[in-house]
């Protein structure tokens, strides 16, 4: 199974990467500097060199072609101004996921953020955030072409992973560290049943396995 990662230098995805590597996949991840390289290297995963806020879709596909899912872990990072939120975590999202379905990729993920909503109000560059977030995830929701999950992290810690995790569609405001973000989307590219759903994550009492399992259910 191949795995095709954008934000492939994230912290997200470099632990995502080494979850899925030693899992036995092959593992793809699209990075803007090519000095990212042995990062990916080292976590077993391919590094692909590509800048999604100038490719085209063409490009971006050519990368896709042959794997069997995407992941868009991807983000303008906490530095950023307004103008980029516009362009990574909306824009970047939304070509990706137009690549996805150029390159008959079905399978696809997308890490959002709780909060996340098109019609969010405010100007403050956090609200622009929420609200790109919010459109490129309800762009992405409507691709049929796509067996699309989207998850909804609350505030990313760096803690050491519990693996006990509270996954639900509505769970409200809180932490949950990178590792277990990574575990439960590793979870989810196993379980495809998990398309169609927006799922908020934070830190819970249930493993992340049986977590997945019991939305997958519902």
Do not use: C, W
């Not at 995790?165 to 495809?192: I, K, M, Q, W, Y």
């Amino acid at each position: 199974m191949r795995i095709v990662i954008a934000g492939g230098h994230g912290q997200i995805a470099l632990r995502l990467e080494r979850l899925l590597t030693a899992r036995g996949y092959e593992v793809a991840g699209i990075i803007r500097r090519s000095e990212q390289g042995d990062d990916l290297r080292e976590a077993g995963a391919e590094p692909v060199l590509l800048d999604l806020e100038s490719a085209t879709v063409e490009e971006v596909a050519a990368h896709l072609q042959g794997a069997d899912a995407a992941v868009f872990t991807a983000g303008a990072g906490p530095g950023s101004g307004a103008a980029r939120k516009d362009t990574v975590d909306k824009g970047a999202a939304i070509l990706f996921a137009d690549a996805a379905v150029r390159a008959g990729v079905r399978r696809f993920l997308v890490v959002s953020s709780i909060g996340a909503d098109a019609k969010h109000e405010g100007n403050e560059v956090f609200d622009v955030y929420l609200r790109a977030k919010g459109e490129a995830d309800k762009y992405i929701r409507g691709l049929d072409a796509l067996d699309s999950t989207v998850l909804r992290p609350g505030s990313l810690t760096d803690d050491p992973g519990t693996g006990l995790v509270r996954l639900e569609a509505h769970t409200g405001r809180g932490t949950v560290p990178r590792d277990d973000v990574a575990a439960v989307l590793a979870e989810l590219l196993e379980t495809p049943a998990t398309a169609g759903l927006t799922l908020e994550l934070v830190s819970g009492s249930a493993p992340v396995s049986v977590s997945v399992k019991s939305v997958a259910g519902n």
